[in-house]
């Protein structure tokens, strides 16, 4: 059974850091990863992404150059690094996977998602 679980949400203030983590059990994670989020009467968006294998990453435009997904596949955990936040960017993250080894930017394509954790960027 695939599960994902996120953590390293919380509250931040504004130009701060955080590092969120998502572990995968129930398959190797060899499948790419994908990081939404959610603010508060808004849709999911897309944030990032990294494939299998090459690795190859993706970022949304609103978080480019502010943030840096990675993927320990020992771990078995994909981590999201995110600095220079902004009160904007508070949400609930989810992390997700299409089973597929490429990136999809269409969250229709996710099949499998974990339950989120909320980040709160405030002073």
């Known amino acids: 059974q695939v599960q994902l679980v996120e953590s390293g949400g919380g509250l931040v203030q504004p130009g701060g850091s955080l590092r969120l983590s998502c572990a995968a059990s129930?398959?190797?994670?060899?499948?790419?990863i994908g990081w939404f989020r959610q603010a508060p009467g808004k849709e999911r968006e897309g944030v990032s992404c990294i494939s299998s294998g090459d690795r190859r990453t993706y970022y949304s435009d609103s978080v480019k150059g502010r943030v840096t997904i990675s993927r320990d596949n020992a771990k078995h955990t994909v981590y999201l690094e995110m600095n220079s936040l902004k009160p904007e960017d508070t949400a609930v993250y989810y992390c997700?996977?299409?089973?597929?080894?490429?990136?999809?930017?269409?969250?229709?394509?996710?099949?499998?998602w974990g339950q989120g954790t909320p980040v709160t960027v405030s002073s």
């Open positions: 997700g996977t299409d089973r597929t080894l490429y990136c999809s930017s269409r969250e229709s394509d996710y099949s499998a």
């Open positions: 129930g398959f190797t994670l060899d499948y790419a």
